[in-house]
Antibody, heavy 119, light 111 residues
Framework: QLHLQESGPGLVKPSETLSLSCKVSGGSISSSYYYWGWIRQPPGKGLEWMGGIDYTGRTYDNPSLKSRLTISVDTSKSQFSLNLKSVSAADTSVYFC???????????WGQGILVAVSS | QSVLTQPPSVSGAPGQRVTISCTGTSSNIGADFDVHWYQHLPGTAPQLLIYGNTNRPTGVPERFSGSKSGTSASLAITGLQAEDEADYYCQSYDSGLSGVLFGGGTKLTVL
């Protein structure tokens, strides 16, 4: 069974960079049948697609975050990562990593990690 | 504001049938991109309920069904149970955004 585990700091200061990683276990990160992504949920709000990446490094961007967001993949470590720069309180969210099928639906989710942006 | 529009809330009594709508545009649902549905309980990861408009993953009860027509899609839940109380999200792909798109979510209350 595929397992995704997010890791990173639970608190980030405003204007700094939020960095998270997602470790993939129980399956291969390298396949053309799916890609990997980040989805977040601000407190009391809905789900927001942030962006994705496949094992070749091709990215799938959300235009609203493109200028601040970098997603990378390290196939040797079976993980992918997110860097969101210049964060503000509006970036406080639960961040989920996910595996997305080529039909563009989420097949597997991580448990989520709460990241607060506060000084 | 999400481009996929869902009602903020719906409710029903145990045993009843409820539907949740998801209205899109010509760049997503209307462009013949598939619609998928997730159930989300607070504090947990969302779970896939319906994929490819009408397909249920293994383990999802037949009480849950999906449909799509034109620029809209719907999730129907029959034989409502207390455990169905959750947030439900539709999701599709948008050609203008060139990416995944979620609806705003609908809170289902079982009376």
């Amino acid at each position: 069974q595929l397992h995704l585990q997010e890791s990173g700091p639970g608190l980030v200061k405003p204007s700094e960079t939020l960095s998270l990683s997602c470790k993939v276990s129980g399956g291969s990160i390298s396949s053309s049948y799916y890609y990997w992504g980040w989805i977040r949920q601000p407190p009391g709000k809905g789900l927001e697609w942030m962006g994705g990446i496949d094992y070749t490094g091709r990215t799938y961007d959300n235009p609203s975050l493109k200028s601040r967001l970098t997603i990378s993949v390290d196939t040797s470590k079976s993980q992918f990562s997110l860097n969101l720069k210049s964060v503000s309180a509006a970036d406080t969210s639960v961040y989920f990593c996910a595996r997305i099928s080529t039909w563009n639906y989420v097949q597997y989710w991580g448990q989520g990690i709460l990241v607060a942006v506060s000084s | 504001q999400s481009v996929l529009t869902q009602p903020p809330s719906v409710s029903g009594a145990p045993g009843q049938r409820v539907t949740i709508s998801c209205t899109g545009t010509s760049s997503n649902i209307g462009a013949d991109f598939d619609v998928h549905w997730y159930q989300h309980l607070p504090g947990t990861a969302p779970q896939l309920l319906i994929y490819g408009n009408t397909n249920r993953p293994t383990g999802v009860p037949e009480r849950f069904s999906g449909s799509k027509s034109g620029t809209s899609a719907s999730l129907a839940i029959t034989g409502l149970q207390a455990e169905d109380e959750a947030d439900y999200y539709c999701q599709s792909y948008d050609s203008g955004l060139s990416g995944v798109l979620f609806g705003g979510g609908t809170k289902l209350t079982v009376l």
